[in-house]
């Protein structure tokens, strides 16, 4: 495995954003006032005093090495190659093979969370708009379900893999803005439903609570939720593939692996922001190059899925509800 010493590290961090872009991407650039810049790629990722920040998404950094593994997704280790590519000043000379490392620690093994707490998890679906009736099934299929984090009550969705097992849990604050995951989950089992009677397309969310507001969003149309497949990727990240390109996330990977003979069309529900607009292209890419038709289906109003249930579609917004679909 390849492998930077320490000092070179260091010297890696020392190598800010606006300094990478002028030198390896100039067209990224975008000046908006005399002492800050944009990417054209994210026009919320501002750099200005040797900082950047990426206001949509709440996440900041000082080095261009930050950027790379926060933004762009890449591994520390192929973000920091990639600077050393372009940085003679650091002579590659210096690297050296690794020292002789004990193996790395197995992971940690998964158990749900103890389930409590179900009414305030069912108050929680309520205020996001979730329907009494998609609810009330999944609770009783124990694919979403009550817990107690810390002593603070959260809603537990629940991922499996293809023989039922439990094998990943996302956990949301029923009070709070705290998003997590269980100890131990694999995220390539993220939360879905498969559905009962599969139509050929794949419906992709960011988060579970977006495929449940698209399941209310279905029942209120008058469809069946329960034949439409769903997949909560547990974020927007979009990792790089082995020639550099957009690859899949692994939700979607292992997804399209155990059922991909079921899957005719995916379609990407991804955020309507910077961040959600960029993932949903790559995404879209990386799954026409493996040869599965892909549709970006941004919610037509407000910046997901569930904002536009809740904010939106009880003011009239049928027809639009129907395009989402």
């Known amino acids: 495995m390849p492998y930077i010493p320490p000092e070179i590290v260091s010297e890696i961090k020392r190598i800010d954003l606006l300094t990478y872009l002028r030198e390896r991407e100039p067209d990224e650039l975008v000046r908006v006032s005399p002492a800050a810049f944009c990417t054209k790629e994210h026009d919320s990722l501002k750099i200005s005093n040797g900082k950047w920040y990426w206001w949509s998404r709440g996440i900041g950094g000082r080095s261009a090495l930050d950027f790379l593994v926060k933004v762009r997704g890449m591994t520390f280790l192929d973000a920091a190659e ?18 002789e490392r004990a193996a790395p620690p197995e992971r940690q093994p998964f158990r749900l969370p103890r389930r409590c707490a179900d009414d305030e998890a069912a108050r929680y679906l309520r205020s996001r708009g979730i329907s009494e009736s998609v609810a009330a099934e999944l609770m009783s299929r124990g694919d979403v379900y009550g817990t107690l984090r810390k002593g ?32 131990g989950s694999d995220k390539r089992f993220a939360f879905s439903l498969p559905g009962g009677r599969p139509d050929g397309r794949l419906h992709v969310f960011e988060s579970a ?11 209120i149309e008058g469809g069946e939720w329960r034949g439409r497949a769903m997949l909560s990727l547990g974020g927007v990240a979009v ?87």
């Open 152 to 183: 603070s009550p959260h809603a537990v969705f629940v991922g499996h893999d293809p023989s039922g097992a439990p094998r990943y849990a996302a956990l949301r604050s029923c009070r709070g803005s705290y998003k997590g995951e269980a100890p």
């Open 82 to 99: 990639h600077l050393l590519e372009g940085s003679p000043a650091i002579s590659s000379a210096q690297r050296r093979e690794p020292p």
């Open 239 to 325: 990792p790089r593939s082995a020639d550099g390109g957009p690859g899949l996330p692994a939700p979607l990977r292992q997804y399209l692996d155990d059922h991909g003979g079921d899957v005719r069309e995916v379609r990407l529900h991804l955020d309507n922001d910077d961040a959600g607009r960029s993932a949903a292209t790559a995404v879209a890419r990386a799954l026409e190059a493996r040869g599965v038709p892909a549709r970006i289906a941004h919610p037509p109003a407000g910046k997901d899925v569930n904002e536009f249930l809740t904010t939106r579609y009880s003011r009239g917004a049928r027809a639009d509800a129907g395009r989402a679909r």
């Open 209 to 219: 609570i977006d495929a449940l507001s698209f399941a209310t969003i279905v029942e």
